[in-house]
Structures are given as C-alpha cells and as structure tokens.
C-alpha cells in the first residue's frame, strides 16, 4: 500500500470529537425531540424531519448573525 500512497488509520467505532455532526446531533436528540414515545410507525420520522428542519433554521441564523456582524457598515 505504501507505494499507493495509502494509509490506514485506526478510527474508533464512535468518536464524535471526528464528526462535525455529532454536536449537532446530539443537540436535536436532547432539545429538539421531547416526544420519545409515538403511536403510529410514520410519527417518529415526522418529528425527526420537523426536528432537524429547527435545528437548520437555527443554524442558518446564527450564520447569518455572524456573517453580518463581520461586514463593515455602508
């Protein structure tokens, strides 16, 4: 492999300090879904969906709120 140029790397089986998803993730599971119980098949991804929909939404004004605070003023 080495003259590929390839290395194997060693990755835990869960490590979320190497995803990028993982804090936002976990934020969606503990604020963002206080329903844990759901009584038809279809409702679980319907709040997962509704859930992350939030959680973009946050993520995209926050974005915003920093991308505009680093312009000068006109």
Not at 21 to 31: A, L, Y
């Amino acid at each position: 492999m080495a003259a590929a140029n390839v290395h194997l790397l060693y990755l835990a089986r869960y490590c979320p300090e190497q995803s990028e998803i993982e804090p936002i993730w976990n934020d969606v599971k503990q604020h963002h879904l206080p329903i844990r119980s759901f009584d038809q098949v279809a409702d679980p991804k319907r709040a997962v969906d509704e859930a992350l929909t939030r959680k973009a939404q946050q993520l995209k004004q926050a974005h915003a709120k920093t991308t505009n605070s680093h312009r000068p003023a006109a």
